[in-house]
């Protein structure tokens, strides 16, 4: 491959039922002459979950086909490269192959089973001070290894922190309104008071036009967000009870957790205390 050639593709043939599930990005690189497009297929876990690599083969299952729709004239699908992140609290335990998921698997059924693995970055693992690199790479990776540590506001102060030290004034703001979006939703425990006041201890107090960042931002994303971000927040802390009771959940479960409302998650909070089975508490 020649890298110097790498660009980031605007396609994406995501089936739109399956856009809530992951994130895909397609690179084009020189490749022997030719044009090799690489589905890059991201998943993000805050739990390490038993049945990835069977979530990864629907994932890949679906974009082929979506890929045939698109393409009605190829005769080939473009390859797909697997990638897990990982930002747990606890190391990666789930079966890192397809054929690791299928038991019993007699030697001569092998060829006939789907075989493949997945990339996986496993943030729970490296120090604080091992994450190395640029300076949105950092953030990136200690962002999601951050949003739910127990000391949320010193570890934003950290962030933005990092974020001060990108030249272009453009683009750490782009880089602000992602983060505050994640961080603040993510952890449910920095209010706007604390962004205000971390925010005025930064050099990031306008954007390029002269417009102050408190308004642009705090108003158009941290108030309309709050409801929201409460709701991502009860639902995490659901998903997490269940799996620390029950082991970890199924699709199905996450996906219906993840779309109840408030009103629901608070009630199956209160029911997982007393209840013997995660039929128990959903019912």
């Not at 876990?45 to 045939?68: D, F, M, N, P, V």
């Amino acid at each position: 491959m020649d890298l110097t050639t790498l660009t980031i593709g605007k396609d994406s043939y995501v089936a739109s039922d399956l856009r809530t599930a992951y994130s895909d990005l397609v690179y084009r690189v020189a490749y022997r002459g030719e044009v090799l497009n690489v589905y890059l297929l991201f998943e993000h876990k805050s739990w390490a979950e038993h049945w990835t690599a069977l979530q990864l083969l629907r994932y890949i299952a679906a974009e082929g086909e979506q890929y045939r729709k698109q393409h009605p004239k190829s005769r080939h699908l473009p390859p797909v490269f697997p990638l897990v992140i990982y930002h747990g609290d606890r190391p990666w335990q789930a079966p890192a192959a397809f054929q690791d998921l299928v038991k019993p698997l007699p030697d001569s059924l092998v060829p006939f089973v789907p075989s493949f693995g997945y990339q996986l970055v496993d943030l729970s693992g490296p120090t604080n001070a091992e994450i190395k690199g640029r300076v949105l790479t950092r953030l990136v990776q200690l962002a999601m290894r951050w949003v739910f540590d127990a000391e949320p506001v010193a570890r934003l102060r950290e962030l933005l922190a990092l974020i001060d030290q990108i030249e272009d004034r453009d683009t750490a703001v782009e880089v602000l309104e992602s983060l505050l979006r994640y961080f603040v939703q993510g952890t449910q425990r920095v209010d706007e008071p604390t962004v205000r006041i971390l925010l005025q201890q930064t050099s990031l107090q306008q954007t390029s036009t002269g417009e102050p960042i408190m308004q642009t931002f705090i108003d158009r994303y941290i108030e309309q967000g709050i409801s929201q971000g409460q709701r991502l927040g009860e639902a995490t802390a659901v998903l997490r009870l269940i799996e620390r009771k029950f082991g970890p959940p199924s699709d199905s479960v996450r996906e219906r957790v993840l779309a109840a409302d408030s009103d629901t998650l608070l009630e199956w909070l209160d029911r997982i205390l007393v209840a013997e089975s995660v039929d128990a508490v959903l019912h």
